[in-house]
């Protein structure tokens, strides 16, 4: 069975950092770009951050940018999104997805583009 599943998720202060973790099971990343995405309560479902399978090309959304990190660990078969600086505005939940796309030096920010996904993790940034 092909799975996605995050972790690292919590409650943290403005300010604050957190690195969460998407591991995949059933399959290899390898192959695969990986999307981080984020959804807040009445808000559409945001592209954060995603890399490519072959050379780590990667992309971040403006309102990210500095801040974040992706990575991935092929041995590991998980991708990591390292998240410094959060901001109230930051907490959503936050899910990881995989897309086989052929263009191994290209990633996407459109979550319809993605065809496996994690069941999410809640970040939430509060004093």
């Known amino acids: 069975q092909l799975q996605l599943v995050e972790s690292g998720g919590g409650l943290v202060q403005p300010g604050g950092s957190l690195r969460l973790s998407c591991a995949a099971s059933?399959?290899?990343?390898?192959?695969?770009?990986i999307g981080w995405f984020r959804q807040a309560p009445g808000k559409e479902r945001e592209g954060v951050s995603c890399?490519?399978?072959?050379?780590?090309?990667?992309y971040y959304a403006d309102s990210v940018k500095g801040r974040f990190t992706i990575s991935r660990d092929n041995a590991k078969n998980t991708v990591y999104l390292q998240m410094n600086s959060l901001k109230p505005e930051d907490t959503a939940v936050y899910y990881c997805?995989?897309?086989?796309?052929?263009?191994?030096?290209?990633?996407?920010?459109?979550?319809?583009?993605?065809?496996?996904w994690g069941q999410g993790t809640q970040v939430t940034v509060s004093s």
């Open positions: 997805a995989a897309w086989a796309t052929p263009a191994s030096y290209y990633c996407s920010a459109l979550h319809y583009e993605y065809d496996y």
């Open positions: 890399i490519s399978s072959s050379d780590g090309s990667t």
């Open positions: 059933g399959f290899t990343l390898d192959y695969y770009a």
